[in-house]
Protein backbone atom coordinates (compact mmCIF):
# COMPACT_ATOMS: atom_id res chain seq x y z
CA UNK A 1 0.00 0.00 0.00
CA UNK A 2 1.89 3.31 -1.21
CA UNK A 3 1.18 6.20 1.03
CA UNK A 4 -0.63 8.45 -1.97
CA UNK A 5 -1.20 5.78 -5.13
CA UNK A 6 -4.73 5.21 -3.20
CA UNK A 7 -7.84 6.81 -2.99
CA UNK A 8 -7.83 8.17 -0.04
CA UNK A 9 -10.85 7.98 0.49
CA UNK A 10 -11.26 4.26 0.22
CA UNK A 11 -12.45 3.43 3.68
CA UNK A 12 -11.02 0.19 3.97
CA UNK A 13 -7.55 1.63 2.32
CA UNK A 14 -7.67 4.52 5.43
CA UNK A 15 -9.02 2.06 7.61
CA UNK A 16 -6.36 -0.62 7.31
CA UNK A 17 -3.45 2.19 7.93
CA UNK A 18 -5.10 3.18 10.70
CA UNK A 19 -5.57 -0.51 12.64
CA UNK A 20 -2.04 -1.12 11.44
CA UNK A 21 -3.06 -4.09 8.48
CA UNK A 22 -0.73 -4.38 5.70
CA UNK A 23 -3.27 -4.59 3.25
CA UNK A 24 -6.61 -3.60 3.11
CA UNK A 25 -7.51 -7.57 2.50
CA UNK A 26 -7.32 -8.11 6.37
CA UNK A 27 -11.44 -6.67 6.27
CA UNK A 28 -12.04 -9.87 3.41
CA UNK A 29 -10.67 -12.32 6.09
CA UNK A 30 -12.39 -10.95 9.05
CA UNK A 31 -15.84 -10.25 7.61
CA UNK A 32 -15.74 -13.98 6.25
CA UNK A 33 -15.04 -15.74 9.56
CA UNK A 34 -17.82 -13.22 11.08
CA UNK A 35 -20.01 -15.21 8.83
CA UNK A 36 -18.68 -18.36 8.68
CA UNK A 37 -16.55 -18.96 12.05
CA UNK A 38 -13.45 -19.44 10.49
CA UNK A 39 -10.99 -19.40 13.36
CA UNK A 40 -13.55 -21.73 16.14
CA UNK A 41 -11.09 -24.29 17.19
CA UNK A 42 -8.61 -23.78 14.42
CA UNK A 43 -5.06 -24.57 15.89
CA UNK A 44 -3.15 -25.25 12.74
CA UNK A 45 -3.94 -22.97 10.02
CA UNK A 46 -2.12 -22.58 6.85
CA UNK A 47 -1.81 -18.89 4.98
CA UNK A 48 -1.19 -20.17 0.63
CA UNK A 49 -0.48 -16.91 -0.71
CA UNK A 50 -0.05 -14.65 1.85
CA UNK A 51 2.38 -11.91 1.12
CA UNK A 52 2.57 -8.97 2.11
CA UNK A 53 0.98 -10.85 4.88
CA UNK A 54 -2.48 -9.06 6.31
CA UNK A 55 -4.05 -12.31 5.95
CA UNK A 56 -1.63 -13.91 8.16
CA UNK A 57 -2.00 -10.79 10.89
CA UNK A 58 -5.35 -11.33 11.28
CA UNK A 59 -4.71 -15.39 11.78
CA UNK A 60 -2.04 -13.83 14.14
CA UNK A 61 -4.06 -11.69 16.00
CA UNK A 62 -6.83 -13.97 16.24
CA UNK A 63 -5.42 -16.94 17.21
CA UNK A 64 -2.24 -16.17 18.64
CA UNK A 65 -3.01 -13.13 20.58
CA UNK A 66 -5.94 -14.66 22.48
CA UNK A 67 -4.66 -17.84 22.89
CA UNK A 68 -4.31 -18.88 26.91
CA UNK A 69 -0.99 -18.20 27.91
CA UNK A 70 -1.19 -20.95 30.81
CA UNK A 71 -1.88 -23.54 28.23
CA UNK A 72 0.73 -25.99 27.14
CA UNK A 73 2.95 -24.54 24.20
CA UNK A 74 1.73 -27.69 22.38
CA UNK A 75 -1.45 -26.32 22.45
CA UNK A 76 -0.47 -23.03 20.84
CA UNK A 77 -1.61 -22.38 17.63
CA UNK A 78 0.81 -22.77 14.52
CA UNK A 79 0.51 -20.44 11.58
CA UNK A 80 2.21 -21.37 8.53
CA UNK A 81 2.38 -18.77 5.54
CA UNK A 82 3.40 -19.27 2.33
CA UNK A 83 4.36 -16.92 -1.30
CA UNK A 84 6.68 -16.55 -3.96
CA UNK A 85 7.63 -12.90 -2.34
CA UNK A 86 9.31 -12.70 0.87
CA UNK A 87 7.16 -11.52 4.03
CA UNK A 88 8.28 -9.30 6.69
CA UNK A 89 7.77 -11.48 10.10
CA UNK A 90 4.74 -11.58 12.05
CA UNK A 91 4.51 -12.30 15.71
CA UNK A 92 3.63 -16.05 15.74
CA UNK A 93 3.88 -17.03 11.78
CA UNK A 94 6.23 -19.04 10.26
CA UNK A 95 6.96 -17.76 6.43
CA UNK A 96 7.85 -19.79 3.83
CA UNK A 97 8.78 -18.48 0.16
CA UNK A 98 8.20 -21.10 -2.28
CA UNK A 99 5.95 -21.86 -4.90
CA UNK A 100 2.24 -23.14 -3.96
CA UNK A 101 2.64 -25.06 -7.50
CA UNK A 102 5.46 -27.14 -6.59
CA UNK A 103 4.85 -30.31 -5.07
CA UNK A 104 8.06 -30.27 -2.44
CA UNK A 105 6.09 -26.98 -0.85
CA UNK A 106 3.36 -30.09 0.72
CA UNK A 107 6.01 -31.68 2.41
CA UNK A 108 8.03 -28.60 4.06
CA UNK A 109 4.30 -27.35 4.83
CA UNK A 110 3.13 -30.37 6.97
CA UNK A 111 6.76 -31.13 8.92
CA UNK A 112 6.16 -27.62 10.05
CA UNK A 113 2.85 -29.17 11.94
CA UNK A 114 4.69 -32.38 12.84
CA UNK A 115 2.79 -33.90 9.96
CA UNK A 116 -0.42 -33.60 11.50
CA UNK A 117 -3.19 -32.50 9.51
CA UNK A 118 -4.27 -28.62 9.63
CA UNK A 119 -8.25 -27.28 10.46
CA UNK A 120 -8.19 -24.70 8.07
CA UNK A 121 -6.35 -23.35 4.91
CA UNK A 122 -6.71 -20.33 3.02
CA UNK A 123 -5.78 -18.79 0.10
CA UNK A 124 -6.48 -15.31 -1.42
CA UNK A 125 -3.69 -16.05 -4.52
CA UNK A 126 -3.37 -14.06 -6.83
CA UNK A 127 -0.95 -13.59 -10.56
CA UNK A 128 0.45 -10.80 -11.84
CA UNK A 129 -1.72 -9.09 -13.86
CA UNK A 130 -0.56 -8.80 -17.44
CA UNK A 131 -3.83 -7.33 -19.14
CA UNK A 132 -4.54 -10.02 -21.08
CA UNK A 133 -7.71 -11.24 -19.94
CA UNK A 134 -7.65 -15.01 -21.31
CA UNK A 135 -4.20 -15.27 -19.47
CA UNK A 136 -5.03 -13.86 -16.89
CA UNK A 137 -8.58 -15.55 -16.01
CA UNK A 138 -6.16 -18.96 -16.79
CA UNK A 139 -3.21 -17.94 -14.38
CA UNK A 140 -5.60 -17.46 -11.29
CA UNK A 141 -7.62 -20.79 -12.03
CA UNK A 142 -4.49 -22.52 -12.05
CA UNK A 143 -3.57 -20.82 -8.27
CA UNK A 144 -6.85 -21.41 -7.07
CA UNK A 145 -6.59 -25.30 -8.37
CA UNK A 146 -3.05 -25.83 -6.98
CA UNK A 147 -4.44 -23.97 -3.62
CA UNK A 148 -6.79 -26.71 -3.66
CA UNK A 149 -4.67 -29.84 -4.56
CA UNK A 150 -2.61 -28.63 -1.71
CA UNK A 151 -5.67 -28.17 0.66
CA UNK A 152 -6.86 -32.05 -0.07
CA UNK A 153 -3.58 -33.12 1.16
CA UNK A 154 -3.29 -30.76 4.23
CA UNK A 155 -6.70 -30.83 5.67
CA UNK A 156 -7.74 -33.26 8.53
CA UNK A 157 -11.46 -34.43 7.98
CA UNK A 158 -14.25 -32.16 8.90
CA UNK A 159 -11.18 -29.20 7.74
CA UNK A 160 -12.32 -25.82 5.81
CA UNK A 161 -10.88 -24.19 3.03
CA UNK A 162 -11.46 -20.89 1.68
CA UNK A 163 -10.21 -19.54 -1.58
CA UNK A 164 -10.32 -16.34 -3.77
CA UNK A 165 -12.09 -17.03 -7.30
CA UNK A 166 -13.22 -14.73 -10.08
CA UNK A 167 -17.09 -15.39 -10.51
CA UNK A 168 -16.53 -16.26 -14.79
CA UNK A 169 -18.19 -18.29 -17.57
CA UNK A 170 -16.59 -21.60 -15.87
CA UNK A 171 -17.29 -21.57 -12.22
CA UNK A 172 -20.05 -23.99 -11.76
CA UNK A 173 -17.68 -26.56 -12.85
CA UNK A 174 -15.75 -25.48 -10.19
CA UNK A 175 -18.31 -26.03 -7.18
CA UNK A 176 -18.92 -29.22 -8.44
CA UNK A 177 -15.44 -30.39 -8.28
CA UNK A 178 -15.34 -28.42 -5.21
CA UNK A 179 -18.32 -30.25 -3.83
CA UNK A 180 -16.74 -33.96 -4.14
CA UNK A 181 -14.41 -32.73 -1.53
CA UNK A 182 -16.51 -30.91 0.69
CA UNK A 183 -20.00 -31.29 2.41
CA UNK A 184 -20.71 -27.61 2.17
CA UNK A 185 -19.53 -24.85 -0.40
CA UNK A 186 -20.38 -21.17 -0.28
CA UNK A 187 -19.93 -18.46 -2.54
CA UNK A 188 -19.06 -15.31 -0.20
CA UNK A 189 -18.62 -11.70 -0.95
CA UNK A 190 -17.53 -9.82 1.79
CA UNK A 191 -18.62 -6.14 2.04
CA UNK A 192 -14.71 -5.15 2.10
CA UNK A 193 -14.55 -6.15 -1.32
CA UNK A 194 -15.40 -4.05 -4.20
CA UNK A 195 -18.94 -5.03 -5.80
CA UNK A 196 -17.68 -3.88 -9.46
CA UNK A 197 -14.95 -6.71 -9.17
CA UNK A 198 -15.99 -10.20 -9.90
CA UNK A 199 -13.38 -11.10 -7.13
CA UNK A 200 -15.96 -13.43 -4.33
CA UNK A 201 -14.57 -16.21 -1.92
CA UNK A 202 -15.36 -19.87 -1.73
CA UNK A 203 -15.79 -21.28 1.52
CA UNK A 204 -15.79 -25.18 1.72
CA UNK A 205 -16.72 -26.48 4.94
CA UNK A 206 -16.69 -29.99 6.05
CA UNK A 207 -13.78 -31.76 4.56
CA UNK A 208 -15.39 -35.19 3.54
CA UNK A 209 -12.97 -36.53 0.56
CA UNK A 210 -14.39 -39.96 -0.96
CA UNK A 211 -13.43 -43.15 1.29
CA UNK A 212 -10.92 -44.51 -1.09
CA UNK A 213 -9.12 -41.27 -1.88
CA UNK A 214 -5.55 -40.97 -1.45
CA UNK A 215 -4.20 -37.21 -1.69
CA UNK A 216 -1.31 -37.49 -4.14
CA UNK A 217 -0.13 -34.59 -5.70
CA UNK A 218 1.71 -36.28 -8.71
CA UNK A 219 -2.35 -36.64 -9.72
CA UNK A 220 -3.69 -33.22 -9.11
CA UNK A 221 -7.20 -33.17 -8.81
CA UNK A 222 -7.48 -30.72 -12.40
CA UNK A 223 -10.16 -32.00 -15.19
CA UNK A 224 -13.63 -32.09 -13.94
CA UNK A 225 -15.45 -35.22 -15.09
CA UNK A 226 -17.51 -34.22 -17.67
CA UNK A 227 -20.33 -36.13 -16.39
CA UNK A 228 -20.33 -34.65 -12.94
CA UNK A 229 -23.37 -32.38 -12.68
CA UNK A 230 -22.93 -28.69 -12.42
CA UNK A 231 -23.32 -27.09 -8.72
CA UNK A 232 -24.91 -23.43 -8.54
CA UNK A 233 -23.19 -22.89 -4.97
CA UNK A 234 -25.22 -20.90 -2.59
CA UNK A 235 -24.11 -16.90 -2.31
CA UNK A 236 -23.64 -14.96 0.71
CA UNK A 237 -22.76 -11.23 0.82
CA UNK A 238 -20.95 -10.95 4.07
CA UNK A 239 -19.87 -8.16 6.86
CA UNK A 240 -22.10 -5.69 8.82
CA UNK A 241 -24.32 -3.59 6.60
CA UNK A 242 -23.43 -0.59 8.98
CA UNK A 243 -19.61 -1.38 8.09
CA UNK A 244 -18.43 0.43 4.95
CA UNK A 245 -19.08 0.39 1.55
CA UNK A 246 -15.99 -0.68 -0.51
CA UNK A 247 -17.69 0.90 -3.31
CA UNK A 248 -18.38 4.21 -2.02
CA UNK A 249 -15.83 6.95 -1.38
CA UNK A 250 -16.44 8.93 2.07
CA UNK A 251 -15.13 12.72 2.94
CA UNK A 252 -12.51 12.80 5.05
CA UNK A 253 -13.01 14.19 8.65
CA UNK A 254 -11.54 17.49 8.52
CA UNK A 255 -11.85 17.62 12.15
CA UNK A 256 -9.62 14.73 12.75
CA UNK A 257 -5.67 15.06 12.38
CA UNK A 258 -5.62 14.77 8.44
CA UNK A 259 -1.86 14.03 8.50
CA UNK A 260 -0.62 11.05 6.06
CA UNK A 261 -0.12 7.48 7.59
CA UNK A 262 2.97 5.73 6.57
CA UNK A 263 2.42 2.61 5.18
CA UNK A 264 2.25 -0.48 7.75
CA UNK A 265 4.72 -2.72 5.74
CA UNK A 266 6.91 -1.66 3.13
CA UNK A 267 7.47 -3.92 0.48
CA UNK A 268 10.54 -6.57 1.37
CA UNK A 269 11.58 -6.99 -2.20
CA UNK A 270 10.19 -5.20 -4.63
CA UNK A 271 10.86 -5.59 -8.25
CA UNK A 272 11.40 -1.82 -8.85
CA UNK A 273 14.23 -2.00 -6.28
CA UNK A 274 17.05 -2.89 -8.34
CA UNK A 275 16.39 0.09 -11.00
CA UNK A 276 16.18 2.41 -8.14
CA UNK A 277 19.64 1.29 -6.94
CA UNK A 278 20.81 2.16 -10.60
CA UNK A 279 19.28 4.96 -10.64
CA UNK A 280 20.54 6.84 -7.49
CA UNK A 281 24.35 5.55 -8.88
CA UNK A 282 23.04 7.41 -12.12
CA UNK A 283 23.28 4.60 -14.32
CA UNK A 284 19.89 4.66 -15.42
C1 LIG B 1 -3.54 -10.57 -3.35
S1 LIG B 1 -1.94 -11.07 -2.85
C2 LIG B 1 -2.28 -11.81 -1.29
C3 LIG B 1 -2.60 -10.80 -0.20
C4 LIG B 1 -2.55 -11.42 1.17
N1 LIG B 1 -3.66 -12.31 1.39
C5 LIG B 1 -2.61 -10.34 2.24
O1 LIG B 1 -3.63 -10.25 2.91
O2 LIG B 1 -1.63 -9.63 2.41
C6 LIG B 1 -1.65 -12.44 -3.89
C7 LIG B 1 -0.34 -13.16 -3.61
O3 LIG B 1 -0.33 -14.38 -4.34
C8 LIG B 1 1.04 -14.72 -4.47
N2 LIG B 1 1.22 -15.83 -5.42
C9 LIG B 1 0.85 -15.86 -6.73
N3 LIG B 1 1.22 -17.03 -7.26
C10 LIG B 1 1.82 -17.78 -6.28
C11 LIG B 1 2.41 -19.08 -6.23
N4 LIG B 1 2.46 -19.87 -7.31
N5 LIG B 1 2.94 -19.51 -5.06
C12 LIG B 1 2.91 -18.71 -3.97
N6 LIG B 1 2.37 -17.47 -3.96
C13 LIG B 1 1.83 -17.01 -5.09
C14 LIG B 1 1.65 -13.41 -4.94
O4 LIG B 1 3.06 -13.41 -4.76
C15 LIG B 1 0.91 -12.40 -4.06
O5 LIG B 1 1.68 -12.04 -2.94
Not at 41 to 68: H, M, T, Y
Not at 174 to 180: A, E, G, I, M, P
Not at 232 to 254: H, K, N, R, V
Amino acid sequence: MGKSSKDKRDAYYRLAKEQGWRARSAFKLMQLDEQFHLFEGAKRVVDLCAAPGSWSQVLSRRLIENFDSTASSEERPRIVAVDLQPMAPIDGVHTLQLDITHPKTLSIILSQFGNEPADLVVSDGAPDVTGLHDLDEYIQAQILLAAFNMAVCILKPGGKFVAKIFRGRDVSLLYSQLRLMFRKVTCAKPRSSRASSLESFVVCEDFCPPPDFQPDLSKPLCVVDPNCSHEIAPFIACGDLDSYDADATYPIDSTSKATPLEVVQPPTAPPYKRAMELKHQGLL
